[in-house]
């Protein structure tokens, strides 16, 4: 049985943007700490055969410059590889785009007392819109925090077994919810207009856990 409360609370949430060629960028960052050393934590992010035990398989050049795709998902190119501290890729998802608008996400990792791991994303991505104002960043915020749910598991030794049948329980629902939750206040304290909070936490909470 997984804490999904403990796991919710245990990230933080942060929205930004800037400006590109094609308009708004959206920036969402997630950060949390780990019970791991920076090494245990690198090589979970970028060995090929740990990453399809906690996110998807993956294929690929696995070198700057290199493109890598995941399984039914996104791909992109490996932009830059510091290791163990950061990595940079694009994230492609769908019909190409323009460069200067392509989706960027870097990873960043520092050590803290303990032998532990600071951990944090940033996914930069033009969105449009209409996209925004319907599910603003909970679309994009609760995927990630699928994603490090599974990462974190994996760190501890364990997994929810099946996604496919972990995502209809109980326990998927909640976990959907508070992250949806969790995007819309992150929302809300960026300043944005509550009621549009209100209809981008139900529209998001839609898509992920439908009603039965």
Not at 103 to 117: Q, Y
Request: charged fraction near 25%; include cysteine; proline fraction near 6%.
């Amino acid at each position: 049985m997984i804490d999904v409360v403990h796991e919710i609370e245990a990230a933080r949430r942060e929205l930004a943007s800037t400006e590109g060629p094609s308009g708004t960028r959206r920036i969402i960052r997630l950060g949390r700490e780990y019970d791991a050393d920076v090494e245990d934590v690198w090589d979970a992010l970028t060995n090929p055969e740990r990453i399809g035990r906690w996110f998807l398989p993956i294929s690929g050049d696995y070198r700057v410059g290199g493109r890598y795709q995941f399984e039914g998902n996104a791909g992109g190119r490996i932009v830059a590889c510091e290791r163990p501290r950061r990595l940079r890729a694009t994230w492609e998802y769908g019909p190409p785009v323009a460069e200067g608008d392509v989706s960027i996400v870097e990873v960043r990792l520092g050590p803290i007392d303990g032998g532990r791991t600071r951990f944090e994303l940033e996914h930069t991505a033009l969105v449009p819109e209409e996209f925004w104002a319907e599910y603003g960043p909970g679309a994009v915020g609760v995927g990630w925090d699928g994603g490090l749910l599974g990462l974190t598991l994996h760190l501890r030794g364990g997994s929810v077994g099946d996604p496919a049948a972990w995502q209809v329980t109980d326990e998927a629902r909640e976990f959907y919810r508070l992250s949806s939750d969790a995007w819309g206040a992150a929302n809300l304290a960026s300043g944005a207009d509550p009621e549009a909070v209100a209809h981008g936490v139900a529209s998001t909470l839609a898509f992920y856990a439908p009603s039965r």
